[in-house]
């Protein structure tokens, strides 16, 4: 689930809450940042736990779309690292 704050308007001066200066507005906004930042880590820690141990620790792997868990390394052929 993605929340997003930044397009509801503010129930006290009615903007939005990207633009407002309600120092409620900026904590609901940090926190919404927070969250999502924080399934962003675990859906990269699953992403990578999937792949082959040697693999696991190495910094040619480039995760290319989180949501669909898609990762190109240059090589990875067949999900088989071909660096012995």
């Not at 993605?2 to 009615?14: D, T, V």
């Not at 120092?23 to 990578?48: A, G, Q, T």
């Not at 989180?66 to 071909?82: F, H, R, S, T």
């Amino acid at each position: 689930m993605k929340k997003n704050g930044k397009n509801q308007l503010c129930s006290k001066i009615n903007r939005k809450c990207d633009q407002c200066k309600a120092i409620s507005c900026r904590k609901r906004l940090d926190k919404i940042e927070e969250y999502n930042k924080n399934i962003k880590d675990i859906k990269v820690k699953n992403i990578i736990t999937q792949l082959p141990l040697k693999c696991q620790k190495c910094n040619m792997f480039k995760i290319t779309d989180i949501e669909k868990e898609k990762i190109y390394c240059p090589y990875m052929i067949g999900n088989i690292c071909a660096i012995k």
